[in-house]
């Protein structure tokens, strides 16, 4: 069987699937009884230098050309405008549709998914979520049997990558994102990345899967790895966690928790150890127990070899149309996005070294219900007061679990007391990772 493939965007993804089509293109035949052709390659610029030399016949400007030339039309240019028009377009004219655009999908995507699935297409996206892990499958097909409870993981290599950067060789943060940018891991807007939102779209993306229900975009909590201050970081270590951008999907009876933001998990903890551009997801089906999944999160190599994934299935789809798992699961229940998250929290103020400092912040906590597991002070002066020129200490206080609310109210008051310089930090910290 031949089958014509189009690529519209030629950059870090886009030439590593020109690259694997062309030099394992055998291979896949051989495995798959399926030979791919690529069609023709659309990009706007053919004058870059590329990891490989795309054939100048392959080769147009045009993406019209890719839409009459091919039977699977791959979408690689990200973004979201053009992005949709040419994908609808795509499905309009009948042809099925691969892309790794997850900012579409979850942002903008009903629209198109909808059309896929009412024109009888395959819409593929396993290079949307987590690069070369094969995640995307797993949860529509693997355990399409099972309830999943919660999925966490680290859905973002260039974050990931930054952090290790910064914590184990001690870089900063510019030079490593610089690093990121050049591996091809970054976003082509790199604070999509940074600020958590890739993150987000990528477990939105998931929690569709898994719950059936659209999540509105909206509605999720995002916060990145921006302002992450080295002390924090350190304390944590003292106290046995790691840190990690941890992108979070639970859910409780009709109700999901959506969120994203930098969260402590216990050092010895398999997502702890998750480095470099390397992602890791944590499934929890209501049969299977618990599934890891593991592997590089973004680049151009693992990534194409996702879309080549989704390209052979589009091949199984248009051979067999009936009963394929294509089909997306839409959940008839009522689901509603829950933030008001349960959860531990470390908390650091910056406080003058006297007495009654710690009793007057565990009052306030006291008065909206929070607990504390465990306190650190250090002896160390972070900075000399701006109000008084008196030595100033992190005082770290770890809570039991407690409602997100409580605690936002409780730091607004805590604000507010006299010894407290500055606002204080908030990192969650997920006891129950594997
Ligand atoms: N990089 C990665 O590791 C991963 C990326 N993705 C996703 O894959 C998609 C592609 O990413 P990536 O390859 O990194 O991005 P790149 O920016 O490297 O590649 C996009 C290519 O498309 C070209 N392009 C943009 N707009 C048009 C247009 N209107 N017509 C023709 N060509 C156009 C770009 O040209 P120009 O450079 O001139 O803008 C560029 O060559 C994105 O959706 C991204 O989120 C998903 C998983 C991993
Ligand atoms: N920018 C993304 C690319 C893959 O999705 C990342 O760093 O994870
Ligand atoms: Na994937």
Not at 64 to 81: F, H, M, P, Y
Not at 106 to 130: P, T, Y
Not at 154 to 168: A, P, R, S
């Amino acid at each position: 069987m031949v089958v014509r493939v189009g690529i519209v965007g030629c950059g870090t993804v886009g030439t590593g699937v020109v690259r694997l089509i062309l030099e394992n293109s055998h291979l896949i035949q051989q495995r798959t009884g399926i030979r791919l052709e690529l069609s023709k390659v659309a990009d706007r610029d053919w004058e870059r230098e590329r990891e490989i030399e795309v054939p100048h016949h392959l080769r147009t400007t045009d993406y019209r050309e890719v839409l009459e030339n091919s039977d699977i039309v791959v979408e690689l240019v990200g973004g979201k405008t053009f992005a949709k028009q040419l994908i609808l377009e795509a499905l309009k004219s009948g042809k099925h549709v691969v892309t790794a655009n997850k900012h579409l999908l979850a942002e903008d995507g009903k629209e198109i998914l909808q059309e896929a699935q009412d024109r009888g297409l395959f819409l593929g996206f396993e290079a949307s979520v987590g690069g070369g892990i094969p995640i995307v499958k797993v949860l529509r097909e693997s355990l399409s049997s099972n309830r999943i409870k919660s999925i966490q993981g680290i859905l973002n290599g260039t974050t990931n990558f930054i952090l290790t950067k910064m914590l184990e060789e001690e870089e900063n943060f510019e030079e490593a994102l610089n690093q990121a940018k050049a591996l091809g891991y970054a976003e082509a807007d790199p604070t999509l990345d940074v600020d958590g939102w890739d993150s987000a779209h990528k477990i939105a993306i998931l929690s569709m899967l898994a719950y059936g229900f659209y999540v509105p975009f909206e509605e999720v909590h995002v916060e990145g790895i921006r302002n992450v201050e080295l002390l924090d970081v350190e304390l944590g270590k003292e106290l046995g966690y790691t840190l990690k951008l941890l992108a979070i999907a639970k859910r409780v009876d009709s109700q999901v928790e959506v969120r994203v933001h930098p969260t402590f998990i216990p050092s010895d903890n398999p997502l702890a150890k998750v480095s470099d551009v390397y992602n890791a997801v944590l499934l929890e089906g209501d049969f299977v127990s618990k599934v890891m999944l593991y592997g590089k999160g973004a680049g151009s190599h693992p990534t194409a070899t996702s879309v080549l994934s989704d390209i052979l299935d589009a091949v199984k789809f248009m051979a067999c149309k009936e009963g394929h798992p294509q089909r997306f699961f839409w959940s008839s229940e009522k689901l509603e996005i829950n933030k008001n998250f349960y959860s531990r929290y470390y908390l650091r103020f910056d406080v003058p070294d006297r007495p009654g400092v710690l009793a007057s912040v565990a009052r306030v906590l006291a008065d909206y219900n929070i607990s504390i597991a465990s306190v650190l002070q250090k002896e160390k002066v972070c900075h000399l007061s701006g109000r008084e020129g008196q030595p100033i200490i992190p005082l770290v206080i770890l809570t039991h679990k407690a409602y997100e609310k409580d605690m936002k109210r409780a730091l607004e008051d805590i604000v507010k007391l006299p010894v407290v310089e500055g606002n204080p930090v908030l990192i969650r910290v997920e006891e129950e990772v594997y």
